[in-house]
T-cell receptor, first 109, second 114 residues
């Protein structure tokens, strides 16, 4: 069965304390893995797309990496404005998208 | 460039009623996808429309239906509402296809079924 699992469910960090969020997946044929950020009361905002194992992408304090079984979103020296829920989604061979339930990140000043 | 807009933002309905939600995609985008978001299940894919045709469908009962108009605006209808239909309904637009193009999400419609 195709599924996406994100961990941890919630993460509290001190400002400047780097960490990683995990997205593990089991799908029949990966076409792409996506990371989104969602703020309360808003729709998800696109961050990255990764297509193949070994691929990495960076944007400001965020870096996404991909292996054959999982993806990591590394947050370096986070700031309070990075507080949000981070969603991972996988596009399988049938073109359907499978989303994880997200990691709620809180960065404390 | 205006983003994806969804109306209404909030709805309260009672069991058995039906509801229609609207989504206007980013100008020039022709693909519209709908998702249901609940705390326990996360985002679940409902369906995708392109050029007024349903291109993909998720595993939801037939009470959930949609359509797309010639201007790419889309509506989603839920009939015979159940308590479990309470959720945030998100619409996402893509240039041609959610399979190849980035999806841009609207703010969602929060539906509460009493």
């Amino acid at each position: 069965e195709d599924q996406v699992t994100q961990s941890p469910e919630a993460l509290r960090l001190q400002e400047g304390e780097s960490s990683s969020l995990n997205c593990s997946y089991t799908v029949s044929g990966l076409r792409g893995l996506f990371w989104y950020r969602q703020d309360p009361g808003k729709g998800p905002e696109f961050l990255f797309t990764l297509y193949s194992a070994g691929e990495e992408k960076e944007k400001e304090r965020l870096k996404a990496t991909l292996t054959k079984k999982e993806s990591f979103l590394h947050i370096t020296a986070p700031k309070p404005e990075d507080s949000a829920t981070y969603l991972c989604a996988v596009q399988a061979n049938g073109n359907q998208f499978y989303f994880g339930t997200g990691t709620s990140l809180t960065v404390i000043p | 460039k205006a983003g994806v807009t969804q109306t209404p933002r909030y709805l309260i309905k009672t069991r058995g009623q039906q509801v229609t939600l609207s989504c206007s995609p980013i100008s020039g985008h022709r693909s519209v996808s709908w998702y249901q978001q609940t705390p326990g299940q996360g985002l679940q894919f409902l369906f995708e429309y392109f050029s007024e045709t349903q291109r993909n469908k998720g595993n939801f009962p037939g009470r959930f239906s949609g359509r797309q108009f010639s201007n790419s605006r889309s509506e989603m209808n839920v009939s015979t509402l159940e308590l479990g239909d309470s959720a945030l309904y998100l619409c996402a637009s893509s240039f041609i296809s959610s399979s190849t193009d980035t999806q841009y999400f609207g703010p969602g419609t929060r539906l509460t079924v009493l």
